[in-house]
């Protein structure tokens, strides 16, 4: 597995897409936004991984609520894998517990699947196929 | 800048050496201890970029008042920068405060400096030369 991306929660995307390529000289690959998790997305580029800050388009929103409750800052990370069915299933085998039975698809438009923090030390774990 | 690395903190270094070696496919690469800074390392290769697992050497260290306070998770963002000393100046001219106010030798042998999460959207965040 690789490092793909952090996930970043922040309040608005703009200022903070600015933030990120003016500074940290990343590149903005792409913009989503998915009405179902009410969530919008900004995928940038920083060498072989991303940073993808994540906005709530609503406060009731797993996003918005993790703003409320813990205010803007890292959120997830991501790990690229070449079979997530056979990552998940390891996962589970280790006594893991998945947020997600089955992969969905996400944002990047690759299946992904997330891990519970509660069992990898307080970190939101993220499995995306690439 | 690149991705360098994520620094999550954990209460102990070795049952988190063994989840990220033997789930997530990680290397360890090598470990480290700062008695000054109180904390002891240990850094993963995934990819282009590493996980750092950060423990406390004492609870009144930086990283064991993280612990108290929010518990196991991600600490930090690290990029890779070609000239740290014009990184942090191009931040201190953005109006970021950084935490260093010149560059320290960090634990990879190369010289590191922070930003204030307060400037970065809730995020500590690390430049390190490469």
Redesign the interface.
Known sequence: ????H?G???ADLRP?ID?YT?????ELTHRASNEKDGLEAAFLQ??????ELLSPLRDDSAVGKFLAKR????HH?A??VSDIRKAMA??RA?G?ELIDAEPRMGMHGTLIAFVH?KS????LTEFVEA
């Open positions: 597995m690789r490092l793909h952090v970043v929660a922040v903070a933030m003016s500074l940290f000289g990343a920083m060498g072989d991984a991303e940073i205010g803007p800052g890292m990370v790990y690229a390891d996962a280790a893991l923090p990898v030390g307080g970190v």
